[in-house]
């Protein structure tokens, strides 16, 4: 179901409802961007420890913004069947108030995006507001002290009109009489409304629909009246309810405390604390504590079926899709009776009868079901006797107690951030040496380039002739070490540090200096005894 901000108020009481009485969640979210080229060098690579990447992605998810988020609700209804209710929700920043937001897209995410259907019409004009908790201190104190001003150059002219329009038809209205403003959308009937109350005394306004706001021109003694009235719709805390949008659903998640579910999901988790908690802190380790207090269980998808290949000869994909049919295939050709049935919703069902790759709300439904798939078959593999038709959550999150808390760490120096504790080392294959001769002025990109047709490596540079190559393939090493046994300008080696590492060198040829000075010394005093 695709909900913007015209339909999302309607919508949120009935998903506060629903997040309440879910089993677990399933998230994904799509941005206008993954990864900057700015800072340079930002780029992810297999030398990154965790630390270094987290900072690198930081830098990234500050530039660039949620388009979409899909949430999929999974019910238990009875036995062992959950029913899916699956959004797709249309996000854009909150432009009410005095703060400005700047973001970033990507060239490459635009056209990717575009490729799998992404409607960026709805993303533009009908994106749910959002904002995290430093924006929202700043907006509640310029809404208290009405300090308000429109932030666009398109408000102020829609606020222009109106009061121009207003002025106009109050100098010769009569008390009661009313007119109407139209052609309003989102923030605009709020902020109309608060501009023309705090400049002429002798109105009220009233929203008509989701466009329109009624003006009546009324006494000082009757505006004070309807001012104290519970159902004015420029209350405060209602102007503040609507400016927070999708961060009311995403409190509504945090405080419900149900497992959260993911597939690949640190740049989720990112941008999750980043656009509706609070910025990203500089500290690592702040970061995944604040991240452990909002979601206590976390399921990443990815580690999970990491920790399902080595059970079963599964063909290995790593695509959620992919991972997804090849589940479904394994479910048909068992015909286990006590595997999980999992049952879309009516108003999302249109995700059983076409594949919507990349859309939010299709992809939380595959992280969900790969994860009630993966975890019935590692729950079968576990135990003795035959599995109960109605395995209640509790046995799948049991079963699935070495993945909890644990996200997939794409090609770095760890192989998994855990947000409950140490984070789960990484075994790469041994670096490489590779020494220039005859070829002046190489750099990395260089080096990169002539590898890269046998194989993948990381490049950087060790010394003025000198790189180290770093790649996740152990047969990838093989490969380049028997290729280039007698290449006429590159040496490669394995790297030893006690032989290759500059701090090594230099504190070898430090001691070998002092240690010939010492020598000297000895011999140059001895000298002169010896001539007795």
């Not at 060098?41 to 990154?48: C, H, Q, R, V």
């Not at 999150?397 to 996200?407: F, G, H, Y």
């Not at 590779?434 to 990169?448: A, L, S």
Request: glycine content about 4%; hydrophobic content about 40%; overall charge neutral.
């Amino acid at each position: 179901m695709d909900a913007g901000r015209a339909r999302f108020e309607r919508l949120l009481p009935e998903l506060r409802e629903r997040v309440g009485s879910a089993a677990f969640l399933a998230l994904d979210l799509e941005f206008t961007g993954l990864y900057s080229d700015f800072p340079p060098n930002n780029k992810p690579s297999l030398f990154d420890s965790a630390v270094e990447r987290y900072l690198k992605a930081r830098q990234s998810v500050r530039r660039f913004t949620v388009a979409q988020l899909g949430l999929a609700i999974f019910s238990k209804e009875n036995s062992n069947k959950y029913v899916v209710h699956s959004y797709n929700f249309f996000l854009f920043p909150s432009t009410l108030g005095v703060e400005d937001v700047e973001f970033t897209l990507s060239a490459s995410g635009i056209r990717f995006l575009s490729h799998y259907g992404f409607d960026y019409n709805k993303f533009l004009k009908d994106g749910i507001p959002y904002m995290n908790e430093a924006q929202e201190e700043i907006f509640s104190k310029h809404l208290l002290a009405g300090s308000w001003k429109a932030s666009s150059a398109l408000d102020r002219d829609v606020l222009k009109k109106a009061i121009d329009e207003v002025t106009h038809w109050i100098a010769e209205a009569e008390e009661e009489e009313t007119m109407i403003l139209q052609d309003l959308s989102g923030y605009q009937v709020f902020e109309v409304q608060l501009v023309l109350r705090r400049a002429l005394q002798n109105v009220w306004t009233e929203p008509l629909g989701d466009e329109k706001v009624m003006v009546k021109k009324v006494s000082p003694q009757n505006r004070q009246l309807l001012e104290s009235s519970p159902y004015d719709c420029c209350q405060k805390e209602r102007i503040l309810l609507f400016a927070r949008g999708f961060t009311n659903l995403f409190q509504t998640i945090v405080e419900a405390k149900k497992p959260v579910v993911g597939h690949n999901m640190l740049m989720d988790l990112m941008h999750l604390h980043d656009k509706f908690y609070k910025p990203l802190p500089e500290s690592y380790e702040e970061f995944k504590r604040n991240v452990h207090n909002l979601f206590p269980v976390l399921i990443d998808t990815k580690v999970v079926t990491k920790s399902l290949w080595k059970t079963y000869s599964f063909p290995r994909v790593s695509n959620l899709m992919e991972v997804y049919a090849v589940l479904c295939r394994s479910g048909q050709n068992s015909k286990d009776p006590t595997c999980p049935v999992i049952a879309l919703a009516s108003d999302c069902a249109r995700y059983a009868e076409k594949e919507s790759p990349h859309e939010a709300g299709y992809d939380a439904f595959l992280c969900g079901s790969v994860l009630l798939k993966s975890a019935h078959l590692l729950l079968c593999k576990s135990t003795v006797d035959a599995v109960e038709a109605d395995s209640s959550f509790s046995q799948y999150l049991t079963v699935l107690a070495e993945c909890l808390n644990r996200v997939n760490f794409i090609r770095g120096g760890v192989s998994s951030i855990n947000f409950s504790g140490e984070d789960a080392p990484c075994q790469h294959p041994p670096l490489l040496v590779v020494r220039v001769q005859g070829w002046p002025g190489v750099n990395e990109k260089q080096i990169y380039q002539e590898f890269k047709a046998l194989c993948s490596f990381d490049v950087r540079r060790l010394s003025a002739n000198q790189f180290i190559l770093l790649s996740n393939k152990f047969k990838q090493v093989r490969l380049v070490l028997q290729d280039y046994k007698h290449h006429p300008h590159l040496r490669v080696c394995v790297y030893r540090h006690w032989r290759h590492s500059p701090g090594v060198n230099c504190l070898l040829q430090v001691s070998g200096i002092v240690a010939l000075w010492s020598l000297l010394a000895f011999v140059l005093g001895r000298a002169p005894c010896c001539s007795l």
